[in-house]
């Protein structure tokens, strides 16, 4: 089940109010001297200062082991009798040093639980806490971004030792904690600008991705009129619960369900995205991993292309520019096409256009939002050029809608425009 952080605090609240308030009632029986509630609340904070305190410094330890590559400091604190939880450390530690980390911190945020049977199983000092990583990776993010995980720690002879790694994963954010490195053993391929993550058993595959998605970059910037340095990382694993939430929807081979980029925020990816947009990842479906190929990345690189922009663009831009590149790059190589696409949309999606697609239109029917996006793209940038309609993107992903009118037209006219362009 899900804990909200805000219900979880409230309830940490009403029990503090609660044990303050049996201690103004025993006061006014005779049971405790006056004052004894405020030496009670202070002492209580004085206590949970010195956890918060103890912890962090465990944590910074082991941020510093991952730099360092020291595998014992990184797993000092562990269980030594839990084998499971040891072999799950010592496989994240690997993974961490595999992916090459510029900077790398842990901070406790909110108190986890109570975590059904954690407190029964390792006593009363038994603490569960939601814990940011804060890390930026070489040649990928311009800035720190963070993910939230979730441990739990025991107290024993003066030290905190972690006990559990798992069982608060339901009180996390939904996809937020869901992290390549938390899984399977995995090798990371880098290429230029271009960092892919696979299964360690699918190197192959990796170096392979890495080719196309060098490719899919050089389109990209070939069509995008602004500066994008290329920088991306692609994830490319088997496991469905890599990033499983983002598959929730749609079925299929169709490209639009192939692949997608996840944008990441400069605050907490809890609830809502908070803070700028730093960057993206480009997550692959891990059902099409071995059948990626240029213009599917090159769509989804153009959202991260634009990512750091700002989030106001409409999704009709958003999208109808991400296929604009991807149709562009197909028609680069003279022996391909994108013709039968054009026919349907011009004799299927066109003549019942009556407004700029929305995301309800994105919901009910994607083929049609995502076909006339791009030709509305297509008749701006035959319009505009396509240096002016990057400047146009860049003005909506601020402004949104408003911003239109600097390419000299309302929605009412680009709608129009656009069902009597021929391309």
Same mark, same amino acid.
């Given at each position: 089940?899900?804990?909200?952080?805000?219900?979880?605090?409230?309830?940490?609240?009403?029990?503090?109010?609660?044990?303050?308030?049996?201690?103004?009632?025993?006061?006014?029986?005779?049971?405790?001297?006056?004052?004894?509630?405020?030496?009670?609340?202070?002492?209580?904070?004085?206590?949970?200062?010195?956890?918060?305190?103890?912890?962090? %410094? /465990?944590?910074? !330890?082991?941020? @510093?082991? $991952?730099?360092?590559?020291?595998?014992?400091?990184? *797993?000092?604190?562990?269980? #030594?009798?839990?084998?499971?939880?040891?072999?799950?450390?010592?496989?994240?530690?690997?993974?961490?040093?595999?992916?090459?980390?510029?900077?790398?911190?842990?901070?406790?945020?909110?108190?986890?639980?109570?975590?059904?049977?954690?407190?029964?199983?390792?006593?009363?000092?038994?603490y569960s806490t939601r814990v940011?990583?804060?890390?930026?990776?070489?040649?990928?993010?311009?800035?720190?971004?963070?993910?939230?995980?979730?441990?739990?720690?025991?107290?024993?002879r003066g030290a905190w030792v972690l006990v559990?790694?798992?069982?608060?994963?339901?009180?996390?954010?939904?996809?937020?904690?869901?992290?390549?490195?938390?899984?399977?053993?995995? %090798? /990371?391929?880098? !290429?230029?600008? @271009?960092? $892919?993550?696979?299964?360690?058993?699918?190197?192959? *595959?990796?170096?392979?991705? #890495?080719?196309?998605?060098?490719?899919?970059?050089?389109?990209?910037?070939?069509?995008?009129?602004?500066?994008?340095?290329?920088?991306?990382?692609?994830?490319?694993?088997?496991?469905?619960?890599?990033?499983?939430?983002?598959?929730?929807?749609?079925?299929?081979?169709?490209?639009?369900?192939?692949?997608?980029?996840?944008?990441?925020?400069?605050?907490?990816?809890?609830?809502?995205?908070?803070?700028?947009?730093?960057?993206?990842?480009?997550?692959?479906?891990?059902?099409?991993?071995?059948?990626?190929?240029?213009?599917?990345?090159?769509?989804?690189?153009?959202?991260?292309?634009?990512?750091?922009?700002?989030?106001?663009?409409?999704?009709?831009? /958003?999208?109808?520019?991400?296929?604009?590149?991807?149709?562009?790059?197909?028609?680069?190589?003279?022996?391909?096409?994108?013709?039968?696409?054009?026919?349907?949309?011009?004799?299927?999606?066109?003549?019942?256009?009556?407004?700029?697609?929305?995301?309800?239109?994105?919901?009910?029917?994607?083929?049609?939002?995502?076909?006339?996006?791009?030709?509305?793209?297509?008749?701006?940038?035959?319009?505009?050029?396509?240096?002016?309609?990057?400047?146009?993107?860049?003005?909506?992903?601020?402004?949104?809608?408003?911003?239109?009118?600097?390419?000299?037209?309302?929605?009412?006219?680009?709608?129009?425009?656009?069902?009597?362009?021929?391309?």
């Open positions: 089940m899900k804990h909200p952080k805000r219900l979880l605090a409230g309830v940490a609240a009403l029990a503090l109010a609660a044990s303050a308030s049996v201690v103004a009632v025993r006061v006014r029986h005779g049971d405790a001297p006056p004052g004894s509630t405020a030496a009670a609340v202070e002492a209580h904070a004085d206590q949970e200062a010195a956890r918060t305190r103890g912890i962090d %410094a /465990v944590l910074a !330890r082991r941020a @510093v082991a $991952v730099l360092k590559g020291d595998l014992n400091g990184f *797993l000092a604190p562990v269980d #030594a009798k839990q084998t499971a939880l040891v072999a799950r450390q010592r496989l994240l530690f690997v993974n961490l040093r595999t992916f090459g980390f510029a900077s790398l911190k842990y901070v406790t945020a909110d108190a986890l639980g109570p975590v059904p049977g954690l407190v029964e199983k390792y006593g009363p000092t038994t940011m990583m804060r890390y930026q990776l070489k040649g990928l993010d311009p800035r720190p971004v963070q993910t939230d995980l979730g441990y739990t720690f025991v107290q024993r559990d790694d798992t069982s608060t994963d339901d009180y996390l954010s939904r996809d937020g904690h869901r992290q390549p490195w938390d899984f399977e053993p995995v %090798a /990371v391929v880098r !290429r230029g600008t @271009v960092v $892919v993550v696979v299964d360690k058993r699918e190197a192959a *595959l990796g170096t392979k991705v #890495a080719q196309v998605a060098q490719r899919a970059v050089k389109s990209v910037q070939k069509h995008w009129k602004r500066p994008w340095n290329g920088a991306v990382l692609v994830v490319a694993m088997p496991d469905v619960q890599v990033l499983s939430t983002l598959w929730t929807t749609g079925t299929g081979e169709g490209w639009t369900i192939a692949a997608k980029a996840v944008t990441l925020y400069d605050g907490e990816q809890v609830g809502k995205p908070v803070g700028r947009p730093i960057g993206s990842r480009i997550v692959v479906n891990p059902a099409l991993r071995k059948k990626l190929d240029k213009d599917l990345l090159v769509h989804e690189m153009t959202h991260v292309a634009t990512a750091t922009l700002g989030q106001a663009a409409p999704i009709w831009m /958003v999208e109808g520019l991400a296929e604009y590149v991807r149709c562009r790059s197909i028609e680069d190589d003279p022996h391909w096409s994108v013709d039968p696409y054009r026919k349907r949309v011009r004799t299927s999606y066109l003549p019942g256009l009556k407004s700029l697609p929305t995301n309800a239109t994105f919901q009910s029917d994607p083929n049609l939002a995502y076909g006339t996006s791009w030709w509305i793209v297509e008749y701006l940038a035959d319009h505009l050029g396509e240096r002016k309609l990057a400047a146009l993107y860049t003005a909506m992903s601020q402004k949104g809608d408003p911003a239109l009118k600097t390419a000299g037209l309302t929605p009412a006219q680009l709608v129009k425009a656009t069902k009597s362009f021929k391309g």
